[in-house]
Structures are given as structure tokens and as C-alpha cells.
């Protein structure tokens, strides 16, 4: 895990100061609402329907023991109890007073964190794969490059005003577990035919009202010409991206509007300036120290997996958690944990400060001191032993993250909507409670296999219901909540966007058309069939007909 070094912490901490004057002033009435608005966005922190929201960046998901327990002490002083993990692998807290928002920031720094970039025209969190660095299909662990992008954007004096926010993902493995074909950025690490290592660069995705899937501008970059290549398409962004009108000023709309050969041959000439740039060249050794930040831990070997074994055959509690909770590692004798944040009794994505503090004692008795943050808004513990996996399951089942769901219709990405957000034209939290009941059985879920479903309260998306197997987006209607229904989206390898079913139902049909589209699928799915790769055989007319009929 990359530790701050001295100008790291010099930097947070100047900027905590600098905040606490800004509110201080601010609250006494020396700077005006208008004055105000791009400083506390610079620090994270919006106005939301209730209350502010401040957003903490975690860097690509990673978590230190010691830094999650600060976040549970910022939800049990500062705020309601509990924070809200984001699909950005950040968190959230709803209810922060204004005045307490520098205490904060000043806990926060003392553990290397912060809010920079959380908000506002510029590069927010550098996000990744939950399992980088221990999946069995990675070609290379992609942290090292996330953290050479979160330094070259933080406080970037080129890019702190951009036409509009702007989102970099990075993957290492074969699977794409960190969505970058709907980032404005989304690069793959990959080999080519003589083994040398760099990215696949994809630019122009997104999601929110004009969902849009990004395209490929370049096959093969060589990994020491990362930054130059990024900072050429980020010059060109910010020189010809729109500046009149913010729902057309993201670069997936740049992109669409030149076409992506003509951007791509922009940005190459762009390169042409950027690429001897001695500040952004990296060398072997520049390559070498990022890596050395990320060193492998401590792993026992000749582990006893005869445990494990015994009791997949002898508890079916614990066969279900292992089936559906725990992943394959690329260490032997290890797998990775999920810790699932979608119990029926909290919204999805929520964890309350007893559980944060639980998690941290648990990574540092399982897994080497570290947890990391998912886009599907659950947590993980990616290094735990075979033989220490039942003492976890039980510690964790204790405080109600070891529900057996990751990967199920349960599993759902859901936006706090209409009961936080300032934005939303509907709820989504309850919405998921509603399917959530209708959904309770646990071995059906099963059955039906891998399905994501995923819930926005407005068109902003933050909930990714675009690329959901199933989406479902708020609407307002004269007042009255709506839903629309998506099915076919993926962000995955074969990633697309989703179709509109028909009409927008009413929130107390959201349930029963979920319902009638299960039933639909488990009616016409051949075999294991999954849900995505019956829908794309059979298309929407079945669907539709059923939901409607």
C-alpha cells in the first residue's frame, strides 16, 4: 500500500488550514454563498436535500486497518453512525455538520486521507480492480500505475477546471472487474506478441443521461509513456471540450462529435508536445519505485486446506458464504474475501461504524492489515488463509457482513436517491428493500445465477443502472415516482448498454414487473443460461409482452 511521503502529508495539511479559514469565514459572513461554493466543493463537500454530504477519496478501493477505524470514528462523531460506500470506491457521509467539516479533514489527514478531487470539474478517484494485485487472471497488478495517475492529478494546476468532472479507470486482469469501458479514461494493462507490457487505451465512456460506451484510440502504449499519453488527452479535452452547455461538456461528447479516429489523431499530435516532457517521462527505476510501494505480504505456505475442506462437506451455511463470498487467489492456500455490505437491513453500500471497526480488527487478524472498497459497494479482504477462513465467516456473520448474496439479484448497486440527494427525482433505497422482500429466498437466487441490478433515483446514474443486467432508473411524474426499466446492460468485457423495456411503472409495480422479468427468463433460459445470455438470445419481445401483458 503507497504510504504518503513527506509532500504528501505538507500538502493535505496545508489544505486542511486553508479550509478551516474558508469556513471560518464563510460562517461569519465574510465570503458569500457564491464565494464558498467552489471552495467546500474543492474539499468534497456538498449540499445535498437534508443535509451536506462530504465524499472522502480512497484511492483505487485500498484501505489501511488504521484508516478504516478513522472513518468509523468521522460516522460515530460527525455524522449518524454509519457512511455510504460509493461505486467509486469512495465513501459518503449524509449528515456532517458545515462547522465540523475541517475537524473532519484534519482526522482525516493524520492517517494519509483526504477529500481532494472528490468533486468538482477536475480528476476525481483513480479507480481499479478489487482483487488487483491477487487475481488469478492478472497480467500485471495495476495499483503501482494507479498510484503514478493519483500523484500526476492531484491538484494538477492544467486540469484543476476542466469542462466537466473527469473519471480514470485501470485494469491488470483478463476480466474486467473495474468497468473501464464507460470511464472517460479506461486502460487495460496488457503484453504484446514480444511481451513488452503497456495499455489498451480506451477514452469517451460514461454513463449518466447520455450513456455511451468508450472507445479504443489506442491498442498498444508502452507503459513509461503513460502520463505524457494521459496528459496529451486530457490537453486536448480541455482546450475543445464544451464549456456552454455542462450536459454536453463530458468527453464522451467530444468524442462523438469529432469521431474517435479524428480525436485519436488529435491527441497523437498533442503527444508529439507532450511525450519528451522530462517532468512525465518515466524511466525503469520510476517504474520500479511505484511497484516497490505495493510489496507482496508476508504468505505462509504448506497451508492446510483439510479444514476447509471437512466443512464445505459438513455446513451448508458455510459452503454457501465460501461458494458465494470468496474467490480464487493467486497465492496458494489463500482465497480472497467478499464482505457484503447488502444485508436486508441496512440501504446497500451502508456500513455503520461498529462494522467499519469490525472489518479493521478483522483485516488486520486475516489480511495483513487491509481492506478495500468494490463498485459493487461491498468491502473486501483480499489475503485470508484457508484455514482461518471459518473463524472470519463466523466473526463476520456476527456482525451481519457474511450474507451469503455477492453476485445475486440481491447484490443490487443502489444511489442513496430521493431520500439524500439533492438531485434525485425518486427513491431508490426503498425500492430495493421492495425487491429485496420479494427476492428473500436465497437458493432461488442462486439458481438464477450471476445477475446484476442496479437502481439510480435520476438520470445521473450514479447508481449504473445503464449497464445493469437489470437497470432501473427514477423518473418524476407530475410529483409521482416512476421507474424505468432497462435490461441487457453490462459493464463487464462485453460491455453494452441496456434496452428499454416499455413505459415507466409505477413504484408500487416495480416489484411485480421484477417478478414478471424473472419469471420470463427462468421460463425461456436454456441450461446454466444466465440471465444476460438469455436476454441477448431472445431479445426484449418476450419480456416486454409478459411485463405489460
Known amino acids: 500500500m503507497y504510504q504518503y511521503d513527506q509532500y504528501d502529508q505538507q500538502l493535505v495539511d496545508e489544505r486542511v488550514a486553508q ?3 474558508q469556513t471560518k469565514r464563510y460562517l461569519a459572513g465574510e465570503l458569500s454563498e457564491d464565494e464558498f461554493r467552489p471552495l467546500r466543493l474543492q474539499n468534497g463537500l456538498y449540499i445535498q436535500r437534508h443535509a451536506p454530504m462530504l465524499r472522502v477519496s480512497i484511492p483505487y478501493g485500498l484501505l489501511a486497518s488504521a484508516q478504516l477505524r478513522t472513518l468509523a470514528h468521522i460516522a460515530r462523531t460527525y455524522d449518524k453512525g454509519y457512511g455510504h460506500f460509493s461505486t467509486r470506491q469512495n465513501i459518503q457521509y449524509n449528515w456532517p455538520p458545515l462547522e465540523s467539516v475541517p475537524d473532519i479533514l484534519a482526522d482525516l489527514a493524520k492517517v ?3 477529500a481532494i478531487q472528490t468533486s468538482g470539474n477536475c480528476i476525481r478517484n483513480v479507480t481499479s480492480d478489487q482483487f488487483a494485485g491477487v487475481a488469478e487472471d492478472e497480467v500485471e497488478d495495476p495499483r ?6 493519483r500523484q500526476w492529478a ?3 494546476p492544467e486540469f484543476a477546471y476542466l469542462p466537466r468532472k473527469f473519471k480514470i479507470a485501470v485494469t491488470g486482469s483478463e476480466r474486467d472487474r473495474a468497468a473501464t469501458q464507460v470511464h472517460d479514461i479506461g486502460l487495460q494493462l496488457q503484453r504484446n506478441a514480444a511481451g513488452e507490457l503497456g495499455f489498451r487505451v480506451l477514452v469517451g465512456g460514461g454513463l449518466g443521461r447520455t450513456p455511451i460506451i468508450g472507445e479504443v484510440i489506442r491498442e498498444f502504449l508502452p507503459e513509461k509513456d503513460i502520463l505524457t499519453y494521459l496528459d496529451a488527452i486530457l490537453r486536448v479535452y480541455n482546450l475543445r471540450g464544451r464549456r456552454d452547455n455542462m450536459y454536453k461538456a463530458r468527453i464522451k461528447i467530444l468524442v462523438k462529435a469529432m469521431g474517435p479516429e479524428a480525436f485519436a489523431d488529435a491527441v497523437e499530435k498533442e503527444w508529439q508536445h507532450t511525450r519528451s516532457d522530462p517532468a512525465l517521462q518515466l ?5 520500479a519505485r511505484f511497484r516497490n510501494q505495493f510489496p507482496l505480504p508476508a504468505y505462509r505456505t504448506g497451508i492446510d486446506a483439510s479444514a476447509v475442506d471437512g466443512l464445505l462437506s459438513d455446513n451448508a451455511s458455510f459452503k454457501r458464504w465460501y461458494t458465494r463470498n470468496t474467490v480464487g487467489h493467486r497465492q496458494p492456500g489463500y482465497r480472497s474475501v467478499v464482505v457484503s455490505l447488502k444485508s436486508s437491513a441496512q440501504a446497500p453500500g451502508d456500513a455503520t461504524d461498529t462494522q467499519m471497526e469490525a472489518v479493521a480488527d478483522l483485516a488486520e487478524r486475516y489480511s495483513f492489515g487491509e481492506a478495500r472498497v468494490t463498485h459493487q459497494q461491498n468491502l473486501v479482504l483480499a489475503d485470508v488463509a484457508l484455514d482461518e ?3 472470519l465467516w463466523r466473526a463476520l456473520d456476527a456482525e451481519d457482513l457474511a450474507t451469503p448474496n455477492v453476485g445475486t439479484l440481491s447484490d443490487m448497486i443502489c444511489c442513496p436517491g ?9 427513491g431508490s433505497i426503498d425500492v430495493a428493500s421492495d425487491i429485496n422482500q420479494r427476492f428473500d429466498d436465497l437458493d432461488y437466487l442462486y439458481d438464477l445465477g450471476e445477475l446484476r441490478v442496479n437502481l439510480s433515483g435520476c438520470m445521473n446514474g450514479c447508481g449504473h443502472h445503464t449497464v445493469g443486467h437489470i437497470g432501473i432508473l427514477g423518473v418524476d411524474k407530475k410529483g409521482e415516482e416512476f421507474y424505468q426499466i432497462t435490461l441487457g446492460g453490462s459493464s463487464a468485457n462485453d460491455a453494452s448498454l441496456g434496452d428499454r423495456l416499455g413505459p415507466a411503472v409505477s413504484k408500487d409495480k416495480v416489484a411485480d414487473t421484477m417478478e414478471a422479468i424473472i419469471h420470463t427468463y427462468t421460463e ?3 441450461g446454466e443460461e444466465s440471465f444476460l445470455d438469455t436476454y441477448r438470445r431472445v431479445g426484449m419481445k418476450p419480456f416486454k409482452e409478459r411485463a405489460y401483458g
Not at 430521493?418 to 425518486?426: G, I, K, T, V
Request: with cysteine; glycine share 0%; charged share 30%.
Open 19 to 21: 479550509y478551516r479559514d
Open 112 to 114: 494519509e486521507m483526504h
Open 144 to 149: 503501482p500505475y494507479c498510484e503514478m495517475i
Open 154 to 156: 492531484t491538484l494538477h
Open 283 to 287: 524511466e525503469d527505476a520510476d517504474i
Open 389 to 391: 477462513l471459518e473463524a
Open 418 to 426: 430521493l431520500d439524500f440527494c439533492s438531485l434525485a427525482n425518486a
Open 524 to 526: 425461456l433460459r436454456e
